[in-house]
Each structure stands twice: as C-alpha cells, then as structure tokens.
C-alpha cells in the first residue's frame, strides 16, 4: 500500500479510536489547543532591501508532538499559508533537528518539545521608512500522541514598521538559542548508491569529530525505510550510513543527519560511486596545509595585499647590508603574519562553534573595524610623508615604522590583517577544509596561509643572492619613503570607499571629520618634535582620543539599500525556481571590502559587452552581498566548501551541479560558459 494511503488510514484509525472506544483515554475538549502557536519577528522594524526573520513557536502539551518536515511513516507536516503585503516576501521554513519517535513499528520524526520553524522575510528596497506591513499566517498541523491524532488549526498575525533593523536584546536572545537547535549546512558535498535494496550514504566528516547516537532523518520521502534498522561506520574521514532502501529511488538525496545532544547537519547527495574510505585527518590536513602555503603565496599578488606589503621595502633595502640583521627581520616579518592567521582562525573556529554564522575575512564586515584601520592608515602614510616622525605618536605606525625586528613583526600583522579579506586561488578550499577538520589540525592550515603570505621575505632575508639584489642603501630610500606614501593613501581611500557601502551618508562626513582631526594632530605633533619641545606628543594623542571616541559612536548608523539594476539579489527560493524553470543563472558572492571582487566586476562582470551577452542568451545574474556578513550567505558558502568570497557559479539548464568559476575572472570565462 502507498505511504500516503497508510498515513490516511493510521489518521482516520486514531481519530475513530478516540472518538468511539470507551477504554481510550479521556480525548481533549474541542476548545483545547494541543500545540499552543505564536508569530514573534527579530526585528519589529525590518530596514529596506533587507530581511528579518520571524519565528513559529510552538508548544506542544505535555505526551503530544508535531511533526518535522518530512514527518516519517505517519503524520503530515505544517502547512503555512501566509498574507503579505505587496512585495513582502518569505522564503522556506528553517526546521530544528528532530527526534525518533517509533510506534507499533512506524517510524515517526517528531518534535515533543516546544520548538520553532525560523523564516526568512524579505522587505524590498525602496519601501517608506514607517510603512506599516501586516503579517498574517493561516496554518494547519497535526497534534499527535500515542492513542490519537488531532488536527488543529491558527491564524497567527503581526504588524511590523520599516525602519532601521534594530531588535531587543532579550529577543536576539531567543533567536540565538532557536538558531542553535537548526541542523548546521554540511561544508562538503555527500554521495549515495542504491544496490541490492541496501541505501549506502557516504558523508564526508572528520573522524576526530564525536557522533553520538546519530540517526539519519531523510527529507527525501520514500528514499529510505525509515523504521528500517540504521548501521553507522567510521572510515578514516567518512562517515558510512547504510540502511533499507524505500520504494520510490531518488535522483538526489537530502537529509538531517543527527549527532546527538541536539547537533545535527544538513546534507545533500547525489548518486556517486565513491569509495567508503575517504582518507585519514592527516592526509586532509596535509593537503588543506599545502594549499593554504600556495594560497597565501599568491595572495601577495592580490591588489588588496600589495599596498600593504610596500611597507617592508624600506627596511628590506635599510638591511640589506646586514645578513643578520636581514634575518632577523625577515623571521620576526614572518611571526607577525602567522599569528595574525592564527589569531583570526582561532576566533572564526570559536565563533562558529557558538553558533554563529560568520566565514573568512569577518575582520571587515564590522564598520568599526575598518574605521580603525582607516586611521592606521592616515598615520602610516602622513609618517611616510614625514609629516612627523616621532614613533610614540601612533602606535600603528610607530610599531610598523620601528627599526628591527619590532617593526618588521607589527608590518606583518599589519599586512596580514588587511590581506587575510581576499580569497585567491588554492585557498578557498584550504580555508573550507579546515572548517571542518579538528581544531588543532584547522589551525595549522591557517598557519600555513600565514607561511604563504611571508613566505617572499622569509626567502629575502635568508638568501644572500637575493639581497644582492637589492640597490644600496642611499638618499634614493627618502624618496622613497615618500613615494610609499602613494599606496598607503590609496588604501586608506579604499577602506572609506568600503566604510560609504557600511554607514549612512551623515556618519561618513563624520568619519571624514574624524580623520582630518587626527591629521590635524599628527601635523601639530611634527612641529612640536621639530623644535623639541616637551610632550611633543601630546596633541596627536589628544586628537587620537576624540577622533577615536567620535567615529566608533557614528559608525553604528547602517545606510538603506539600493535596488542593483537589473541584478537579482541572492534568494534561494529565488534559484530553485530558476532552476526548475531551466534558466542560465550566473551566481556571484562579493563583499565592498575585497577588493579582488571589485576588480573581477569591473574587469568583466559590469561590462556593457556581458550584459548584452546575458540578455541574448537569457542569463539570469544573481549578486550575493556578504558586506555585513548574512548568515544566509554563510551557510550557502559552506555547503559549497567554501569560506569566503569572492565565489562565482554558473548554473547550465539540464545539470544538476553548477560550474565552479575562477576566482580571478576574465571576459573570455563568460564566452566559454556561454559556448556551452
């Protein structure tokens, strides 16, 4: 008999039961609500162009239960019916990991605690600040306990206004702990094969990673026997599920895999055959670690990274008659830029084990942050152009200014801070690797990004041959100095171009206020020092101080998006409907502050000649923001193996995987995909 058929009958059984045998127990009267239901939105004041999330709340009585999204032998899932206003618009409803429920041999996907379903609502650019959206659900579910099944019904409603995104601190709260029950995205793609009517699913996980009692949850209905018995084997960095295959096969498989303890993961899998053993920790780490070295190398040619790293040209040249001296700063250059990697790895790696839904390059996605070091910057480049010299004004430019191995350490944490947001060849899948290995493996592999960056002066100060090469020390270094001076005001241009995309208009003059008071500052500063006088410090740190004080309290102020033309905002309802629709999609993640992605998009993205090639061909362009690190975007990266941008796919009607593109473009990538 079909499942659909079972599952109306075992309805109808459990209802007449109730109903007509008099040694059941006592049934709930009409009026008594089973599973108590509530709407409650993170934000009551969603900004435009942007999403906020609202949450299903619900609360079963005790000894009833709801269902999972694919709620197993019996059951049906909620339905939901939503009433929004014009151009609103919510996506698929998030579900927490579900619990095994197993009756008279029927396996059921349940939930006997309260828990809420976490959907994202979409408000659109443009909209009135003020404007009054009225949210309405209309929803069905199904109340079950071991003798009965009742259907019940709620209307839930709630009025939000457009504004600025902000949200109650005890309300964020509650989002954090419903967000921490939903199953994290698996960062590497699963495989299955059917043979012999035995379902074998392969699932890429670290073997130092502790399972406990875990079940598979197939969202894919008919896949699997879901009362069948499940065998779970460790192998090397796979993980082997084997189980009864169900009656109707599929194409593809999802699935909730549970760990225990309320840990699960999300996985997709297509059919493969793929050996079960998918090598041990160290080979995986060996190979993340090697193109994590070959990553970081490249990245020195990244137009993000050069600026910075002109900096150490001067004490290169200044010690280039020194071979010990060379050495040694060519080390302490070296242990700036590891422990830089090591230190924002081991944050990401603490982060993410909170819970929270941040990647590569987080550093800059905080306005605060880049305000820093747009000061840094000024400071470095107004001592470049020896607008003053004394090295206790700044400590960031003091520190990257010191002669010795001082300077040359704070010149690579320096460089490695502002390098670390690009992501270049080799290292997008080292860094997606190394999110799922074991932390002390994961924190080699960033170590090795680190190795890479320094690698080009390591070798400097350790080869004589290459320090001959090097002119002499001179009156040409003063020259120098001043002409480094070029790209250091180019990044700090840079970093207030990436501040504008962050802030509203109103916070960016006064961060520009900010920092011309803190020139202001260092000038009166550098005339103290050149007639010696006492605490000739004194007003640059003054200046520091407000400057300081008085941007951090302005950059908090987010600005209101603007539609992108004739780009569609990244939306995964969106692209599954595409798909299904059989469009060309290209798909693009990019943040402001990589400025690799800038350069791709103006190189061959935003190019009359691609628009006119996509419009021919019916390509539709998908544009990912991770500016401010949305979570949405985090977690579609990591199930791509991915941890930061940029990141582009091309979707081809009639393939079920998309094309993995460059990650430095050119115009010719677009015509071979086009060709195809």
């Not at 502050?593 to 019916?618: L, M």
Request: proline share 7%.
């Amino acid at each position: 008999m079909p499942t659909s058929s079972i599952e109306a009958l075992l309805i109808c059984l459990c209802l007449s039961v109730a109903s007509f045998v008099s040694a059941a127990p006592q049934m709930p009267g009409n009026d008594e609500v089973l599973i108590a239901s509530a709407l409650v939105a993170e934000s009551q004041t969603p900004a435009p162009g942007t999403h906020t999330t609202l949450a299903i709340v619900m609360e079963p009585q005790d000894e009833w239960h709801g269902y999972w999204k694919q709620p197993g032998d019996v059951g049906f899932p909620p339905k939901l019916s939503w009433r929004l206003p014009e151009g609103v618009s919510v996506g698929e409803a998030e579900y927490p990991v579900p619990q095994t429920l197993l009756i008279d041999g029927l396996m059921n996907h349940v939930y006997e605690h309260p828990y809420a379903l976490l959907v994202p609502l979409q408000v659109p650019a443009g909209m009135p600040v003020g404007s009054q959206l009225p949210i309405q659900l209309d929803m069905q579910y199904l109340a079950c306990r071991y003798d009965a099944c009742v259907p019940e019904r709620a209307s839930l409603n709630t009025r939000l206004t457009v504004g600025d995104g902000t949200s109650d601190a005890a309300v964020q709260q509650r989002f954090a702990q419903w967000r921490q029950a939903l199953p994290r995205p698996l960062g590497s793609k699963a495989s299955f094969s059917v043979d012999k009517g035995i379902f074998r699913l392969m699932v890429p996980l670290p073997a130092a990673m502790a399972i406990k009692q875990p079940h598979l949850f197939s969202a894919s209905k008919g896949a699997i026997n879901n009362a069948a018995e499940q065998r779970f084997e460790r192998k090397g960095d796979v993980l082997v599920v084997e189980t009864e295959a169900g009656d109707k096969p599929a194409d593809f498989f999802s699935a909730t895999l549970s760990l225990g303890d309320g840990l699960g993961l999300d996985l997709q899998a297509g059919p493969a055959a793929v050996q079960a053993a998918g090598g041990s920790t160290l080979s995986v780490t060996l190979v993340a670690l090697a193109g994590a070295v070959l990553g970081g190398l490249l990245l020195n040619l990244m137009p993000c990274v050069f600026p910075i790293l002109s900096l150490k040209a001067l004490s290169i040249a200044r010690s280039s008659s020194n071979a010990a001296s060379a050495r040694s700063e060519a080390v302490a250059y070296s242990l700036g830029v590891i422990m830089v990697c090591l230190l924002l790895g081991g944050i990401l790696l603490a982060l993410r084990a909170g819970g929270a839904q941040v990647g590569w390059a987080f550093q800059l996605q905080d306005p605060r942050v880049i305000f820093v070091l747009l000061l840094l910057s000024c400071a470095i480049a107004f001592n470049l152009t020896g607008l003053f010299e004394l090295s206790s004004v700044s400590s960031g430019s003091g520190l990257t200014e010191r002669k010795g191995a001082g300077g040359a350490f704070w010149t690579g944490a320096l460089a490695a801070f502002v390098a670390t947001p690009c992501t270049g060849p080799f290292m997008a899948a080292a860094l997606g690797a190394a999110l799922v290995l074991p932390p002390a493996a994961a924190l080699l592999v960033f170590a090795g990004l680190g190795l890479g960056i320094a690698l080009p002066f390591l070798l400097l100060g350790f080869i004589p041959a290459l320090q001959r090469c090097l002119p002499k020390p001179g009156s040409w270094m003063q020259t120098l100095r001043n002409i480094l001076a070029v790209p250091m005001f180019l990044t700090a241009l840079a970093l207030l171009w990436v501040l504008s995309q962050q802030v509203t208009a109103s916070a960016l003059v006064a961060v520009i206020g900010c920092s011309m008071l803190f020139a202001f500052g260092l000038w009166i500063t550098g005339l103290r020092q050149r007639v010696f006088k006492k605490a000739a410090w004194m007003p640059a740190v003054l200046a520091a101080l407000l400057a300081f004080g008085l941007g951090l309290s302005q950059t908090h102020q987010q600005p209101e998006p603007t539609p992108n033309g004739d780009q569609l905002a990244f939306d995964q309802a969106k692209l599954s409907s595409l798909r299904k629709a059989d469009k060309p999609v290209f798909l693009y993640f990019t943040a402001d502050w990589c400025v690799t992605c800038k350069v791709n998009e103006q190189v061959a993205i935003d190019r009359d000649e691609t628009h006119e090639a996509f419009a021919k061909a019916g390509v539709v362009s998908m544009r990912g923001d991770w500016t401010d690190g949305d979570s949405e975007i985090t977690a579609f990266l990591e199930q791509h193996g991915r941890s930061g941008v940029p990141f582009y796919l091309w979707y081809t009607p009639g393939k079920s995987e998309p094309t993995v593109l460059p990650q430095v473009l050119t115009p010719s990538v677009f015509v071979e995909q086009l060709a195809n």
